[in-house]
């Protein structure tokens, strides 16, 4: 395992509730009750488990509404469990895993950036990689659904996901393609797109994969001490 993430202070509490997809109450140990950011914005299918451990962080900045993040969730079934809430984080993550060379798939490159134009829809590609035989365009993706070992995504219909692939095929064969899947959980060592939540978005990811898109299912392990690097999943599809 390698470390690429230290997570700051983290506080201990229990889920009392998630609404408005933004919002999550939570008991503190310290038996104060809050109100937390919650960067997952979708149906966080299998992990939204109410009653359940939670870890989150908090700001000091005077402008925020919302102190508090919510950052982990602990699932108990089959096993205890830590799951990465936080969407934000996944990129953040993901730069220091570049800049620190760890995906050797990827092979040689000089520079990294982020958030760069690209492609016929006005999209903007997470990271570009330069320096290379050929220019590298890296989409980042988290997934915390799962059945069993199984990743999967998307775990609801993703119009913009659809959107992504279609532009990373239109750069294909001059630069290189990447599809990059961040899983947010340590017990999945398999991946597989997630067609019975949006069949056209694992048509599309077939698609491009014929037509020479790199997939690379990166696992990550959580808790509340950091993310750790444990290598590639296998694909399953």
């Not at 140990?29 to 908090?58: F, W, Y």
């Not at 980042?140 to 069993?148: E, H, L, S």
């Not at 949006?198 to 077939?206: A, H, I, M, S, T």
Request: charged fraction near 25%.
């Amino acid at each position: 395992m390698q470390l690429v993430y230290e997570y700051p202070t983290l506080y201990s509490g229990t889920l009392v509730s998630r609404y408005k997809r933004f919002f999550a109450d939570i008991q503190l140990d310290s038996g104060e009750l809050i109100t937390a950011h919650c960067p997952n914005t979708g149906p966080m299918t299998s992990v939204c488990v109410i009653g359940n451990r939670v870890q989150v962080s908090k700001s000091d900045s005077k402008t925020r509404k919302l102190a508090y993040t919510w950052e982990l969730i602990e699932l108990t079934d089959p096993k205890p469990l830590w799951v990465g809430v936080n969407t934000h984080l996944p990129n953040r993550v993901i730069r220091n895993a570049l800049e620190q060379r760890i995906f050797t798939d990827l092979g040689d490159y000089a520079t990294v950036r982020s958030e760069v134009p690209y492609g016929q829809e006005k999209s903007r590609v997470d990271f570009l990689l330069e320096g290379g035989p050929r220019s590298i365009y890296v989409e980042v993706k988290n997934t915390t659904w799962n059945d069993g070992s199984l990743a999967l995504f998307p775990d609801t219909v993703t119009t913009r996901g659809q959107k992504h692939i279609r532009e990373m095929m239109t750069l294909l064969p001059q630069h290189r393609s990447v599809m990059l899947y961040f899983i947010n959980r340590g017990d999945c060592d398999r991946f597989a797109p997630g067609d019975d939540r949006d069949p056209e978005y694992g048509k599309l990811l077939r698609q491009a994969r014929s037509q020479g898109l790199e997939i690379l299912a990166a696992r990550f392990q959580v808790d509340p001490q950091g993310i750790h690097y444990l290598g590639l999943a296998d694909l399953s599809f």
